[in-house]
């Protein structure tokens, strides 16, 4: 069986990540989606994943991984998930493995939440949070402003750099963060995309149950 297994939408940005990619790459899987517990204590992961997390896919006798490990998968199955071009992808695994492995300060400080609008923090950002978003800005200046030539980082179509920074794009938006014109632009068409514009609609659709407070209450 094909299978994608993510958790709870409104939270799961490593999710978000593989589901993207699959989508992007027309894979045809069915979707498990678990609820999330909340700081890491969703057990019934470990029953499912090799490394207790999501998101998880089976495909085609094919176990993988780790979002970035499911991005490659999906990449062999769909070239163009990575610029063609040697530099250019050079630039693009670079910046990606970047997200994958860093900007733990934003990460922790601005968690995902589909469900929260525009809405910054009551304490100032940090020092650390503020260099994270500043060398978040600085990557898709260069790469949408000077490398693209279109509306995402390598061109016209979402490709793996896309997809590690669509849950920044969503976390900027939820926390009000001001971003520069080229920064804004990028990030806009990053939330029209057909794609995530469904699972934001999917994430609201989910039951008042999975709501986790300590992200609810995040003041
Ligand atoms: N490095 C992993 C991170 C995956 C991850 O941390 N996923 C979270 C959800 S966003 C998870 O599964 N947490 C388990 C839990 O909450 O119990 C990846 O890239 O896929």
Redesign the pocket.
Known sequence: MNRLVI?TKRY????LRGWLAVHLAGLEVSEQVVR???G???HE?RAISPNG???YLEHAGARV????AICEYCAELAPGLWPLERARRALARSVATQM?GGFAALRQTLPMNEGRVMRPRAEPLSDAVRADIGAVVRIWEECRGAVSGGRFLFGEEMTVPDIMFAPVVSRFHSYGVVLPPVAGAYAEAVRAHPLMRRWRDEAMREPDDWLLAPYETLS
């Open positions: 958790g799961s940005s490593w999710s999330l517990a909340g890491g204590q969703t992961l997390l999501v998101p991984w780790e979002s970035l994958h």
